[in-house]
């Protein structure tokens, strides 16, 4: 079966990403969970955190105070300012002496001078990232890549952010009301941007009649059956943390359609559809096959055509996604966090970003 259209904008947003990330992580100095961290003085570098902190935060920001506010109107989305400023990234000020936390009118927010030291690491990554793939995939493959996003983007007409938003309560990306706008080609875009525009039209569209996150159809309700999936072996089967697993594990509980426990003599735990989840799967894999033809009377069946022709090489085989070609440019550095993990078997249906520091697994 060809892979839905959301599916092939989220691995390929979700390959640039960590390819950003990693490039970032080996030349930015930092800290994490690792130790000190990289860099002189471990202990005072900044967090580490990915790629969409640079594009609803850090992009934005200078040495010199910003309304909190003004931020969010031009990053079109919001951030996590309590992290951004626990990591080091950023200073929150306010004059009335207001907790900053709770966010008073006149919070402003600047950049640190190791935020700023970030900065100069993230700004160029973009255009090295879309020359690496013009290098990989070959200038004609990524040049109409490239001109079937903007054919689509060109269309949108609400102001969507660079990103996609941080996941809030129930895992929705597409329920926040962005101002409309006229639209307007942007063919200068980094692909990462123009990846992410695209799959959010899409999900605003999809996620106004649904019952259910995007996020959570695409990377967990997918993978479960009736019969029992352990817990254990979901992060494998989706390509997403067991962090974020765990929050759409209790969105699908809640909803009655998943149950978790042990069986069978197992003492592991494991996840089943109930009824109703299995008519809920079901319901997304038609939503999902019929999701081109809906789209073409929005954007144009030439367009839609355009766009997954230009993105199902990069996918490859969808029964073979460990050995598909958007996974050649995931090799971490020696000295990255993703060098201790195991290559991952496939990558998420959908961007899982958090509030953990906006990894697009939910790392």
């Known amino acids: 079966m060809p892979l839905p259209l959301t599916t092939l904008l989220s691995q390929a947003l979700v390959a640039y ?18 130790g000190g961290g990289r860099g002189q003085a471990g202990l005072r570098n900044v967090w580490l955190v990915s790629m969409a902190m640079w594009l609803n935060c850090m992009q934005y920001l200078t040495d010199e105070p910003m309304l909190v506010t003004e931020l969010e109107d031009r990053a079109r989305t919001g951030t996590n300012l309590d992290g951004m400023r626990r990591w080091g990234y950023v200073v929150l000020e306010s004059e009335s002496g207001a907790d900053p936390r709770r966010q008073p009118k006149d919070l402003t927010i600047r950049a640190t001078g190791r935020g700023q030291d970030a ?27 490239r001109a079937a996003l903007v ?5 949108l007409d609400l102001d969507l952010p660079d990103c996609l938003p941080i996941l809030p309560h129930g895992l929705w990306s597409g329920r926040h009301k962005w101002a409309p706008r006229p639209p307007v080609a942007e063919p200068d875009l980094p692909l990462g941007v123009l990846l992410a525009r695209v799959l959010l039209a899409i999900t605003v569209a999809f996620e106004q009649r649904a019952r259910l996150s995007l996020a959570v159809c695409a990377n967990l309700l997918r993978v479960l059956d009736a019969d029992g999936v352990l817990v254990k072996d979901l ?15 209790g969105v699908m509980t809640r909803a009655d359609l998943v149950t ?47 766009l997954r022709a230009a993105l199902t090489p990069l996918a490859g085989d969808p029964a073979d996604p460990a050995h598909s070609p958007l996974m050649a440019g995931l090799e971490p550095y020696p000295d990255n966090w993703r ?9 998420p249906h959908f961007p899982m970003v958090l509030h953990r520091g906006g990894f697009p697994d939910g790392s």
């Open 235 to 249: 992060p494998a089967r989706s390509g997403v943390s067991k962090e974020a697993l765990a929050m759409a594990l």
């Open 151 to 155: 054919a689509v983007a060109g269309q």
């Open 17 to 34: 990403t960590i390819e950003f990330d990693n490039e970032a992580e080996h030349r930015m100095p930092h800290r994490t969970t690792r």
């Open 339 to 347: 060098a201790d993990t195991p290559p991952p078997a496939t990558l």
């Open 260 to 306: 978790v426990g042990t069986g069978d003599g197992s003492r592991f735990k494991a996840a089943r559809l109930t009824g109703r989840g299995q008519q809920g799967q079901w319901a997304f894999t038609d939503a999902m096959d019929g999701l081109d033809t809906r789209l073409a009377p929005r954007f144009g069946a030439d367009a839609m055509a355009g």
């Open 119 to 145: 900065q100069r690491v993230w700004r160029p990554l973009a255009a090295e990232i879309d020359d690496r793939w013009r290098d990989r995939f070959g200038a004609a493959g990524t040049d109409r890549l």
